[in-house]
């Protein structure tokens, strides 16, 4: 009972600011939390979509033959996939769901097909060498491009290289840099033309005084991935743009009242 209290509290006091979006919740790997979905799938791709989210967010990386594909973990059963092929990253594995892995042409080509506000939060994940990460910034750009999508995408990696090659590259794209604490000045940020921030909630949570120094500097304010209501309303109610959540129909559902 106090917990519904507080969540009541807070939600009322979060309704009385002005400046917020009014839709800031991103589907971390798609929709997959819910009957016949699956963790970075077309399937939750789809949903994420028809569920008017603000964001359907998926992770892409290269195979051992520099194949792209929209996958989050970076081994399958304890071989790296740097050292898989395709072929082989695909005899290994059936998602959940029963769909296979899809390849990033597959997955932005299906994205380019849906209609709906939802953006596609693409997150180039770190890869173990240089060349592989410059083979990874040049693909992610070349899908962009080839599927019409620049309007529609948004780019998140922890490589703040990739961050600072693909902002040069896309100016009218919104680029985040994603951490899981404050490492790199706002202001640093600002100078190499990234948009913004996605650190792990807790770093925002301990310290909600980030997001009003990175609005200072023109940045946009985003935090994965916290699933606990009361956490969310905490950051939302001091100005926090976006939120990567594993529930986002619970949160969507949250904080629809809020403007």
């Known amino acids: 009972m106090k917990k519904l209290a507080l969540l009541f509290v807070v939600l009322l006091a979060v309704s009385c600011s002005n400046d917020i979006p009014q ?6 790997r798609g929709f997959w939390q819910t009957e016949g979905s699956a963790q ?3 399937t939750s791709l789809r949903l994420a979509v028809e569920n008017g989210f603000y964001g359907s967010e998926c992770d892409v990386q290269l195979t051992a033959d520099s194949c792209f594909i929209v996958f989050h973990d970076t081994n399958l059963h304890g ?16 998602l959940a769901n029963g769909e296979r892995i899809s390849t990033v042409d597959e997955f932005f080509s299906t994205f380019a097909g849906l ?10 994940k770190q890869q173990p060498s240089e060349d592989m990460m410059s083979l990874s910034i040049a693909r992610t750009a070349e899908a962009v491009r080839k599927y019409g999508i620049e ?5 998140i990696s922890f490589s ?7 902002a040069a590259m896309f100016p009218d794209v919104p680029v ?12 640093q940020m600002k100078a190499d033309g990234i948009d913004g921030f996605s650190y792990k909630y807790n770093c925002v949570l301990e310290n909600p005084t980030l997001i009003d120094d990175a609005h200072e500097a023109g940045l946009i304010t985003e935090v994965w991935a916290p699933d606990d209501p009361e956490e969310v309303l905490t950051m939302v109610d001091a100005g926090l743009d976006f939120v990567i959540t594993n529930r986002p129909d619970v949160m969507a559902d949250i904080l629809a009242g809020i403007r």
């Open 40 to 42: 970075n799938t077309l």
């Open 115 to 124: 209609d709906g506000a939802t953006k596609l939060i693409v997150e180039l």
């Open 176 to 187: 985040l840099f994603l951490d899981r604490a404050h490492n790199i000045p706002f202001s």
């Open 23 to 28: 839709n800031r919740v991103i589907a971390h």
């Open 79 to 94: 071989v790296d996939i740097e050292n898989m092929t395709f072929e082989q990253v695909l005899a290994d594995t059936t």
């Open 151 to 155: 309007s529609r995408v948004e780019l």
């Open 160 to 166: 703040y290289r990739a961050c600072k090659e693909l």
